[in-house]
């Protein structure tokens, strides 16, 4: 059965580059049928930060991350390989170390810092790379006894062996170093606490885990820990190695650079599927053919491989972030008001214009009435905390709302600015009201305008409906392009470049409104 493993350490919010590697540690678990466990690596008892471990659970539980071994909210822990929590772990650690001493994989170092920092300097003014010269290696047994009963500090270093060390990551091929080039790491500090690399090791072999998944930082380390595994006899676990979040300017994604911690985009206001979605896709992709933009968690589970897992370092964008959120957002709005629509009208029509607009076509005005009304309600929701109390008067605020509906869900915070020409015509010039590339000059504005106008005013039911087919038809009558009529009127009405549809605004504005704007376009030219 595949076992992986997400083990962070409790030493602030949880960061993105993080939830990455939980999500696809529980992806490639679940997809296989197998294990997903959570463990807390707190042996740096100097950068443990209270509550961290709280936070971190409350995170993944609301992206959704549902691990079946490990610490729980109440501090209980669930599953057989217990304890998961590596401070509570420190007695197995020293017996696992104690049988490295006694077959020489691992040796006793009481080297001052002061000594190691002298060591250091004279390697790098002589060009050497810093690593451990081995002083301690071969000191007598009795001596090491004799040192330790003095009370003298020490540590325990690994002994790596000199040779090459080969390895099949999952996601970078097959990979190799030499021991030569690496240093004889601490596996236990002089406080006692074992370090990252002795304990990850024995935990994951204690804990049956099958796949390692983790940040290509660790890479360097992976040769280490496979010594470690040799020295105890152990079979080795497969390595994957996922790259590096990087900042759009290409440096790495940093703690110390601020806005990395999950909780920053949570608090706001983003949704976790969107957070998921864009953490999925920082370094990985479904693979060519995908037509399928977003997709839930469920989803995921069934896609998603490490062969599709990108080497090269993933750009974080809060771009995408962006958008993501945005058709999150627009999904299950969508998802929500069809629910309402088909209460209010169960045999409604429901038909796709453009792809992700939904149009519903009712059987009575009344019930059309009824769902805009409504859907605006849910609009205002989603916006009212950035409106002035001066909108949220207006009585027909929520008739407004449906208009620009994409757009408060992409932003609502910008919802007042993209609707105060409801209620203040901007002022502007008479060359809005053309269009170059349309074949709109203002001999043809003005014309549009009248004739628009003129069809405006003989309509007789003020309907959406009623005023698109009623000005298709002046289009048709007139013998012009869409356009030609469509623009300057919609210019005319909005008094801005970019706005909602002529039908909408029409509709909204009333007839009475709706052809004073436009006695005012026809004034200006």
Not at 52 to 68: M, Q, R, S
Not at 105 to 115: I, L, P, V
Not at 369 to 397: A, V
Request: overall charge negative; some cysteine; aromatic content about 10%.
């Amino acid at each position: 059965m595949i076992r992986t493993r997400f083990a962070p350490s409790p030493t602030g919010y949880l960061h993105v580059g993080g939830l990455r590697t939980a999500l696809y540690c529980y992806l490639f678990a679940k997809k296989s049928k197998g294990k997903f466990i959570l463990r807390i690596e707190d042996t740096d008892q100097e950068r443990y930060v209270e509550g961290a471990v709280e936070n971190l659970l409350k995170t993944l539980d609301w992206v959704g991350l549902e691990y079946d071994e490990g610490v729980q909210l109440d501090k209980s822990q669930k599953g057989e390989y217990g304890p998961y929590v590596q401070s509570e772990r420190t007695e197995i650690y020293k017996e696992h170390v104690e049988k490295l001493i006694e077959s020489g994989d691992a040796y006793h170092c009481f080297c001052t810092k002061e000594r190691l920092d002298e060591m250091r300097e004279v390697q790098t003014k002589n060009k050497q790379a810093t690593m451990y010269d081995r002083k301690c290696l071969d000191l007598p047994k009795s001596e090491v006894k004799a040192k330790i009963e003095a009370g003298e500090k020490y540590v325990i270093r690994q002994k790596i062996p000199y040779e090459l060390v080969k390895f099949k990551d999952l996601i970078r091929g097959n990979v190799q170093f030499h021991g030569k080039t690496i240093d004889d790491q601490i596996l236990v500090k002089s406080d006692g606490y074992p370090t990252y690399h002795l304990a990850n090791v024995v935990d994951d072999h204690l804990m049956e885990i099958t796949d390692v998944i983790r940040g290509e930082e660790w890479l360097p380390s992976t040769p280490k820990h496979i010594a470690l595994y040799n020295a105890f006899g152990w079979e080795q676990p497969n390595f994957a190695h996922i790259p590096l979040l990087h900042n759009s300017d290409g440096s790495k994604l940093s703690k110390r650079q601020g806005h990395v911690a999950v909780e920053d985009y949570i608090k706001e206001g983003y949704s976790k599927e969107a957070i998921i979605n864009f953490i999925a896709f920082l370094g990985w992709h479904p693979g060519s053919g995908e037509q399928k933009e977003i997709f839930t968690l469920e989803e995921l589970e069934g896609i998603f491989s490490l062969e599709k897992v990108q080497k090269s370092g993933a750009i974080f964008g809060i771009e995408k972030l962006d958008w993501f959120n945005w058709r999150w957002q627009k999904e299950k709005f969508n998802q929500e008001i069809t629910a309402i629509a088909k209460e209010i009208d169960p045999s409604l029509e429901k038909t796709e214009p453009r792809k992700g607009q939904i149009k519903f076509v009712f059987e009575t005005k009344e019930m059309s009435d009824r769902f805009i009304k409504t859907k605006g309600e849910k609009l205002l929701e989603i916006c009212t905390d950035f409106l002035t109390s001066q909108i949220k008067d207006k009585e027909n605020l929520p008739e407004v709302l449906t208009t620009v509906d994409e757009k408060i869900l992409k932003n609502p915070k910008e919802t007042e600015e993209n609707i105060k020409f409801y209620y203040e015509l901007p002022n502007y010039d008479k060359e809005l009201l053309t269009h170059e590339k349309m074949g709109v000059d203002l001999n043809q504005a003005k014309e549009s305008l009248e004739q628009g106008k003129k069809t405006l005013e003989e309509l007789e039911n003020w309907s959406e409906d009623k005023i698109t087919d009623a000005l298709l038809k002046t289009v048709e009558r007139m013998g012009i392009k869409n356009g030609q009529l469509l623009w300057p009127l919609r210019a005319a009405l909005s008094g801005l470049q970019f706005s909602p549809g002529v039908f909408e605004i029409a509709k909204v504005l009333g007839r009475e409104e709706s052809i004073e704007r436009i006695n005012q376009a026809i004034k200006k030219i």
